[in-house]
């Protein structure tokens, strides 16, 4: 079936293109900085945003045409959707997709028929996998839409909560690596709360570190060798999230011995709820060797929620691209795009616009962040900036030779401090500005 009148395979028609149905930078097999924009960028589709949203919102009913979906939550509907989606990302271009369980197969009146829906659907996947080359980036439970989880899944109060989302988990995590899902996420969708008054925060946190153990020896039993993913996210749906924020979530996988097995699923609206830029999330999991993956969105700053928009910003994209560059590439992580079209952007066709937008602008970001470590001036100004460290007192303290007696020492002789340099903040912004 064609979903997309109108939509061809998008071309790379260059910089000077003004068809909106081709791509300006996105080029996947040019090469930037020794390997292709394909490999770099490994672009991800989501089956949420794309392919479920309706675009209800709190004050109005759907709006979103998708002549395809015949509403229903039928197994055949969901199978033939399944068709619609390969169609989409085989003409778009994105080597990888993800997906929640949910959204994949309707939840049938028993678990035993649950998990016999998400077979029947993941069977067609299989089969337009096969066909197309599209690959599994990751797969997921979502374990916060169903009432039954309206306390949290591994975090409830009620036990049973916790014993069905591991059930769900075992079955995703099977059907992910049947697939070939190349790595697996949990984000903790209601592991929160909204008052301290009925909560037990230590049980819940311990409850979420056995959770996740389990899931790990699961993984193992399997032979599922993709990385395992935590997603940080401070609020929304409930007020605390246990899983806040990068430095947060790697407290918690240290704290529970989890740091071997998971890595993390950055998302850049996430990073701006917890009141950090992306950039501080990316570089917080990078230096720790904890940076899996990344949800690439974007918020508003001025609204208070995850809008979960496409990302078009160069900036944006150029200071993620750089941290990527920086340390050594995404790989077997993706950029994914958790990002969905706006309710007004009612035609099947925005889902073209939307993911051409997103993909060119983390394409031209690639560039800059290339050029960028071509040059090395950023780079030479931050080395500079630190060089009391590669010498003298610097040196000996990394290297643990002084303690505060040698450093009382040294001081009593020298008097004073060496002189500060400038932070030269604002000619560095401008100094970026020169390659956007
Ligand atoms: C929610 C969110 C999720 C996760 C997967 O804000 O980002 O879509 O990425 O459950
Ligand atoms: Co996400």
Redesign the pocket.
């Known amino acids: 079936m064609n979903g997309f009148p109108g939509a061809q395979r998008i071309p790379y028609e260059g910089p000077d293109s003004k068809n909106p149905l081709a791509f300006r930078w996105y080029d996947a097999d040019e090469v930037v900085a020794g390997r292709t924009m394909r490999e770099h960028l490994r672009f991800s589709t989501?089956y949420?945003h794309t392919f479920r949203a309706t675009g209800a919102d709190p004050f109005g009913a759907p709006t979103l045409q998708r002549p395809w979906d015949d509403g229903s939550d039928s197994v055949e509907n969901a199978r033939e959707r399944v068709h619609v989606a390969f169609e989409f990302m085989a003409r778009l271009g994105t080597p990888f997709y993800a997906f929640?369980d949910r959204d994949v197969a309707p939840e049938g009146a028993s678990l035993r028929q649950t998990n016999r829906n998400l077979d029947a659907v993941v069977e067609a996947l299989e089969a337009e996998q096969e066909r197309t080359g599209i690959r599994l980036l990751w797969g997921?439970a979502?374990l916060f839409s169903h009432p039954r989880y309206v306390h949290g899944a591994a975090t409830s109060c009620n036990a049973d909560a916790f014993a069905f989302a591991a059930a769900q988990v075992k079955k995703c995590m099977e059907v992910t690596r049947e697939l070939g899902g190349q790595n697996y996420?949990f984000?903790g969708?209601r592991e929160g709360y909204q008052t301290l008054l009925n909560t037990d925060m230590k049980r819940e946190l311990d409850h979420q570190g056995r959770f996740l153990h389990l899931a790990a020896d699961h993984a193992d039993r399997i032979g599922f060798t993709g990385t395992l993913l935590l997603?940080p996210?401070p609020k929304?749906p409930t007020k605390h999230q246990y899983d806040s924020d990068a430095a947060a979530c790697i407290n918690f996988l240290r704290a529970y011995g989890l740091t071997d097995r998971f890595k993390l699923?950055i998302?850049t609206n996430?990073a701006t709820l917890a009141g950090h830029e992306m950039a501080h999330e990316l570089e917080y999991a990078a230096h720790q060797g904890l940076l899996g993956s990344i949800?690439a969105n974007t918020g508003d700053l001025l609204l208070g929620w995850?809008t979960?928009q496409f990302p078009t910003s160069f900036y944006l994209t150029a200071q993620v691209m750089l941290i990527l560059l920086n340390y050594g590439g995404i790989a077997p992580g993706g950029i994914n795009f958790?990002a969905k079209v706006r309710r007004e952007s009612f035609e099947p066709i925005d889902l073209f616009h939307a993911h051409i937008g997103g993909m060119d602008a983390f394409a031209r970001g690639l560039k800059i962040a290339a050029a960028i470590r071509a040059d090395g001036d950023l780079r030479s100004f931050v080395q500079e900036r630190y060089a009391s460290w590669d010498s003298g007192i610097g040196a000996r303290i990394e290297s643990g030779q002084a303690d505060f007696a040698s450093l009382e020492a040294y001081l009593l002789e020298k008097g004073e401090i060496a002189p500060n340099a400038s932070g030269r903040q604002e000619m560095l912004e401008h100094l970026f500005n020169r390659y956007l």
Request: hydrophobic residues 20%; glycine residues 6%; negative net charge.
């Open positions: 989501v949420w929640h997921t979502n996420v984000w969708g997603e996210k929304e699923n998302e996430h949800d995850d979960d958790d």
